[in-house]
């Protein structure tokens, strides 16, 4: 099988017509992004406590994300809204809903009602597409990204889903 110094197999153009279907398909599969943050260290775990609990996210760095407190000018973390909800208090969780945290003025305004001192409040944004809108946002008490630690991070919660396919919960933006 070796002609002019060259190996030839005989593969017939079925096999090699379906092997490459199947490179394709599984190239397909693993490479359009989880796959690439995980290798490059792009999705990190984030411990941090809000209202008196412990939550653990999966959170994406994203270093388009340059969304900053308004108070402070520190980095803010931005959580889809739907996965924080089992933190809240009952009295509350209805009005953290997509449908609410989506009008976050009204939400506020509905909130002050429930609760004598909201444990949220209103955060200002700008993007693209967007002259300027407002988030819900909380403080956590104690929050790890990494390596970095804060005492006080502020959490801003996004009515809309952060990842398509469900593999991060979060964005980081700030140091890790």
Known sequence: LIYGG????????GHLAAGTVLCFALLYCFSRGSLRHRVEGGIVQVSCEIAGQ?????T?????????DDITGAPVLVVEG???LPVWPEAVRPYLTN???????QTMAALEKVQEKPALRLLPYRSIGTAS?????C????AKIGFYQREKLTVALSPTPVSERKEFDALWGGPV
């Not at 190996?7 to 153009?13: H, K, N, W």
């Not at 412990?54 to 999966?58: E, Q």
């Not at 809108?133 to 946002?137: N, S």
């Not at 403080?139 to 104690?142: G, I, L, P, S």
Request: hydrophobic share 50%; with cysteine.
């Open 54 to 58: 412990k939550v653990t996210l999966r």
């Open 6 to 13: 060259v190996y030839l197999l005989p593969v017939r153009f």
């Open 60 to 68: 994406l760095l994203d270093n388009g994300n340059t969304l900053c």
């Open 99 to 105: 449908s609410y945290l989506g009008k976050p003025m």
């Open 82 to 84: 739907a996965v924080l």
């Open 133 to 137: 809108g407002m988030l819900l946002a």
């Open 139 to 142: 403080t956590a008490c104690h």
